[in-house]
């Protein structure tokens, strides 16, 4: 009987543990594998930690101010009442006190696990734990607060320390949540148990740590100099560091107005900071989560492309990945074709194809990161103007058509001070919705710089080379596409020239050789045939012919100086296919590789590459000028090394020949 008694139950706990681990599937720390749940993994404790200090703060001034204050009938400049605070109960400033160490500590812990202080197993689940106590006080002692000891009106009404604790609860409740959904992602095995941020994303929650700070202690010395409530101070700190300057509070007193001097301007070089982190951090989230993808969809869509546009099933030939090459046991894809006897100006023309298809997809992708950032964040500053205006109208006694009047003029940092936040409600939120939504319309300003502004710029460029300020020859090559006109008005200068005492006949200037683009920094643009004429320095190494390789070596020593003056410029300089060609055979003369095996990549460096392959140096994310610096800094390695290993070899075959030399000195001597 007890056989089965016990029987079921083992039974139940076996198929509890398959259970639990068909469902949960927590990877190690050093576990270095593929990750997704992006926003889980990577914005998610990013949010909780710049929002932890925020909520501090609400708590904080839930703490030190009473919840309560009694209306005195008359209003101040600002046009709120003038109030008179009353004394808590002793019960509800303990329980205030507990949930501000509470959410405290599991800031604390967040920032434990942030730092790897503390395992992510045990700092996450405390600081859920420690966020959710603080939420149930605050919901708890509001409530009570409510029912046992509201305010009798008309003349006594909550306080703004009682709105701050409602948002203190709101922010810790949400923070839990999202938190948690860390932890499920964690225990799903989406990411291994750490925070995977950057060093800029660090310096972000140091920057808006710092940026709270600086308000509470804005607070506390407008409070004492300026002789107004701690809320009141701090909306004053607010307003000042966010230049909205409504002017509802200003200091009276030449002692205030003098803080106000180096407070505005530290507090305005914090928040740039933290606006600046903000915009880097969300760029870095699209580019690796969306742009990225976007490329590599558009890439494959290309390479289907290409194949359905075969003859044949299979198009085998158009398969030009570094692993296929390997076992063809080919150096490269114009080496490939080269071997089925192809013709080499017909597989520069498909590397050109493929080229140029590459360098499409980018200039598409270049407008598709533009505006879909531009469209993400009127995206965002749309939500956060309208359901900000929705709070205001509910709070304050205007219109929606005024409250949205007020919020736009807030984003935009205008501050005319016709409309402000005078309840004790509207205020304390007017300090969240604020430091949320400023930044918001900062990036939308940055974002319509990067397309709406740049359009603008381009066309007025365009309009003065075309009227006020045209570029040298730009008529010229307008007037090229009529022949008529242009043979006239060729005929017309070589007359003026004949009578002014010039040659007859086309100048230097007009056949090139003087254009910037022709210079030996920007070499001529070339046909295909042209570079398909030259020799293939790119299948030979350097212990061919000893004046090609010298020579060779000047040109890579001169391509290098080139490339380094692109860098230097930082301006993101994209080449042309005739310039990665001579780059192209620059990188290759070196290659050490014996019998004409392809290496994709050596002891030195990547050698080869397919343009719309996965190892295109389009989608690196170094600069061209970046990439093809470090392609050439390999090869003059792989060529000095090779000078070297051959200086070796003479020296150990001419050994002999010198020792038997001095054997004859010595036997004459």
């Known amino acids: ?47 909780a930690a710049t929002s932890a200090p925020l909520a501090n703060l609400m708590s904080i001034i839930a703490l030190v101010m009473p919840w309560k204050s009694k209306l005195l009938g008359r209003t101040d400049s600002s046009g709120a009442q003038v109030q008179e605070l009353m004394r808590d109960p002793r019960w ?6 507990t949930s501000l ?10 920032l434990f696990n942030f730092t790897r202080t503390m395992r992510y197993i045990i700092a996450l689940p405390a600081s859920i734990i420690l966020w959710c106590l603080s939420t149930a006080i605050l919901i708890g002692i509001t409530a009570a607060t409510h029912i046992y000891d509201s305010p009798v009106p008309p003349d006594e009404t909550y306080s703004q320390a009682y709105w701050s604790a409602v948002i203190a609860a709101a922010l810790y409740f949400l923070l839990t949540v999202i938190l948690m959904i860390n ?31 600086w308000l509470l202690i804005g607070a506390a010395i407008f409070h004492a100099v300026i002789d107004i409530s701690f809320a009141d101070a701090l909306y004053f700190s607010d307003v000042t560091i966010l230049t909205l300057g409504y002017g ?56 289907q492309h290409s194949i359905s546009l075969e003859p044949g099933s299979e198009a085998p030939h158009l398969d030009f990945t570094p692993k296929n090459l390997r076992k063809s046991g080919k150096r490269s894809t114009i080496d490939a074709f080269s071997l089925v006897g192809r013709p080499k100006v017909l597989i520069m023309r498909e590397e050109k194809d493929r080229f140029d298809a590459m360098r499409a997809i980018q200039y598409e992708t270049v407008l598709f990161r533009r505006w879909y950032n531009l469209v993400l964040s009127l995206i965002m500053f749309g939500i956060v103007w309208t359901c ?158 000893a004046s090609s390789g010298f020579q060779l070596a000047q040109q890579l020593a001169y391509a290098i100086q080139r490339t380094t003056k692109d860098v230097v410029a930082g301006d993101p300089k994209r080449y042309s296919y005739e310039e990665w060609v001579a780059f192209t055979r620059l990188i290759r003369f070196t290659d050490p590789s014996p019998d004409r095996v392809e290496i994709h990549e050596d002891d030195y460096g990547i050698l080869n590459w397919d343009w719309i392959g996965k190892t295109s140096p389009m989608l690196a994310t170094e600069t061209e000028p970046e990439w093809v610096l470090n392609r050439l800094c390999e090869s003059l390695i792989r060529y000095i090394d090779i000078q070297a290993r051959n200086a070796s070899t003479t020296r150990d075959e001419d050994e002999p020949t010198l020792r038997k030399q001095r054997e004859i000195r010595f036997e004459d001597e």
Not at 271 to 288: K, N
Request: glycine letters at 8%; aromatic letters at 12%.
């Open 248 to 303: 509802d509070i200003t200091p009276p007193t030449s002692v205030g107005k003098g803080l106000v001097f180096p407070y505005a301007v530290m507090g305005i070089i914090i928040l740039g900071l933290v606006v600046g982190s903000i915009h880097d951090f969300a760029r870095e989230l699209q580019y690796d989560n969306v742009v990225r993808k976007h490329v590599e969809r558009k890439r494959q869509a290309t390479i």
């Open 1 to 47: 009987m007890n056989e089965d008694k016990v029987e079921p139950r083992s039974t139940e706990k076996k198929s509890l543990g398959k259970w639990v681990q068909s469902h949960f599937h927590p990877r190690p720390a050093d576990d270095d594998g593929p990750q997704d749940w992006w926003v889980a993994s990577t914005a998610i404790p990013l949010i």
């Open 388 to 545: 900000g205006a929705v709070v205001f109208w509910k709070l304050e006694d205007i219109t929606y058509f005024d409250a949205l009047y007020f919020g736009f003029c807030s984003l935009l940092t205008i501050g005319y001070g016709d409309f402000t936040p005078t309840t004790n409600a509207s205020r304390p939120f007017f300090i969240v919705w604020s430091l949320i939504s400023i930044p918001t319309m900062t990036v939308l300003i940055s974002e319509m710089s990067d397309t709406i502004v740049l359009a603008f710029k381009h066309a007025t460029s365009v309009f003065a080379d075309w009227t006020v300020l045209p570029h040298s020859g730009k008529y010229r090559k307008f007037l090229r596409r009529f022949p008529t006109i242009y043979a006239a008005l060729q005929r017309r200068e070589e007359k003026r020239r004949v009578a002014q005492g010039f040659h007859v006949g086309v100048d230097d200037a007009e056949n090139g050789t003087s254009h910037p683009h022709n210079s030996s920094e920007h070499p001529p643009a070339r046909s295909i045939e042209e570079l398909a004429s030259e020799p293939d320095t790119a299948s030979g190494n350097a212990s061919g012919a």
């Open 92 to 97: 509800c400033i303990a329980l205030n006190a």
């Open 101 to 110: 160490a509470c959410g405290i500590a599991g800031n604390i812990f967040l």
């Open 183 to 213: 932890m499920w992602g964690y225990v799903r095995g989406h990411y291994p148990q750490y925070f995977a941020l950057t060093d800029g994303q660090r310096t972000l929650i140091l920057q808006t740590t710092a940026f709270v700070v």
